[in-house]
């Protein structure tokens, strides 16, 4: 295990003894060879496995990754490729044979792995071919593709679903891309009868009339813990499939996380099969089990009264509002509060909910803030002032008080500070630099590039000293990064990511 640990440490990896977790980037062949043979023979307590293959890798590599993991005891398995649209040529999608990536379907053939997720993983049904239809069904539980989907994709991930019985988790799809319809998929979920935690990430590109077909099944059959969908290209209405999924999860659901893109008609959350007891506290309501809840998105009026009755007993560790559901603010219960995101709200309602988090009795347990198109406020500036945050999102912010904000903002114990690239002036960083004694170790500001970024080009545009000045922060507290690893606010809230 020693001589394991230190290859780990050779490649600048990370080990968590407590969890068995290796996360790990490999520069080269060479490097992912020595490392793979160590994890096979050496690393008996590594069970968790984040890797990285940050070169120009070939098909003998895959083969010889797949080769080791099954001779490791990994049962918990995150691949990242790295790959974006503009570096994957089209070319590379038309090679006779099995394709570039048929040996990472070896995979669902290791009996060990039970959590398997692929990110950055591109091409995926055009570079692999037809699963045999005597394949064994696979033990595999917890199945993530994060990454943008094309429609030749589709019936390889269905056929992955398909394989895979005992699936509780599924997360399909890119935060940072629309993705194109996935019919097949769709009907594969319909057959997950363990099936408890479904996100849908930007699944469709906008597509007017979209037709639905009555065999499918985008948000499976059974009662779901966790419903995340991001996109929301089903319409909605008494016939919405997104609603018969809400209505028949409403009394198991933890996580119930949506954003409309489209703007469909106001989604009902009230189900209809029920009469809704009167007294809040009545076991006979939905939803009791809420702890992550986000709507943005348009409700039913009978839906936000419904959650203006619920909202002040549920111990809610994360809530999410836009301009159609900003009024719930006043009735969140603030107790278990640990995040906020809130897009597009009026400054009037945030002041009303800073006042509330600010003349509390119990000091405020927020920890995460995320902001989109929302005023950089006085009112903002006097909250992020007092509020001792880990996380701070502002993406598109308006208003003139950027300045003022770092000024006083509370950095005790700030980890993350994400920012758009473009909004972040020299000055802006020159405040922060100043105030680089109250930075906590961890410190990272994460610009935001309107766009992919291509390999070196986040150092080309993050030009500094490498201890920083008095008017820049040091390199290790600053990274640009494009769109498609944009940081996902989602992974530093929910439970599992």
Known sequence: MASFLQ???????????????????????????????????????????????????????????????ALSNVCDFTLDLQESHWQTPVGSL???????????????????????????VLFIGPRTSTLPKNHNPTPLQSFHYQGHINGFDDPRLAE????????????????????QSVPKVDRALGSLE?????????????????????????????????????????????TGLLEAAIERSATTLEVLILRSKTAPRALNLIPL????????????????????????????PESFDLMARLLPDLSLVHFGVN??????????????????????????????????????????????LSFSFVSASEAVANTLAVLPLRRLYMYDTTGGNMMNILRRLNLSQLQVL?????TFSADSEAVLATRSAELCEEFELQLIYERTLRKGESQILNPREEDGTIMKLPRRHVRVVGMNTAPDFYRSILPYQ
Request: glycine residues 6%; aromatic residues 8%; charged residues 20%.
């Open 273 to 300: 099969k029920e009469t809704l007891p009167l007294t809040p506290h009545s076991s006979g309501l939905p939803f009791l089990k809420l702890t992550h809840l986000e709507l943005l998105v348009d409700i039913t």
């Open 418 to 422: 994400v920012i758009d690239y473009s």
């Open 7 to 69: 290859c780990v440490e050779t490649n600048n990896g990370t080990y968590d003894p407590h969890l068995g977790k290796v996360i790990i980037s490999l520069r080269s062949s060479t490097a992912a060879k020595d490392f793979f043979s160590r994890l096979s023979t050496q690393a008996i307590a590594a069970t968790c496995l984040k890797v990285t293959l940050d070169w120009s890798f070939a098909s003998a590599d895959l083969v010889m990754l797949v080769d080791k993991i």
């Open 194 to 238: 363990k099936l408890e935690s479904l996100h849908r990430y930007y699944l469709y590109a906008a597509i007017p009339g979209l037709n639905i077909k009555n065999t499918t099944s985008p948000y499976g059959t059974v009662a779901l813990r966790e419903i995340m969908d991001l996109g929301m290209p089903y319409p909605t209405g008494s």
């Open 94 to 120: 038309m090679r006779p044979g099995k394709g570039r990536y048929h040996s990472l379907l070896g995979l669902l053939s290791n009996a060990k792995i039970k959590r398997l997720t692929f990110t950055s």
């Open 160 to 179: 992955i679903i398909s394989l895979c019985p005992g699936l509780v988790d599924v997360r399909l799809g890119a935060i940072s891309h629309d993705s």
């Open 323 to 368: 301009y159609h559901t900003y009024n719930l603010l006043s009735k969140v219960n603030l107790d278990c509060l640990r995040s906020l995101k809130a897009q597009d709200v009026e400054e009037s309602i945030l002041q009303l909910f800073y006042d509330r988090v600010l003349s509390s009795s119990t000091p405020s347990q927020i920890q995460t």
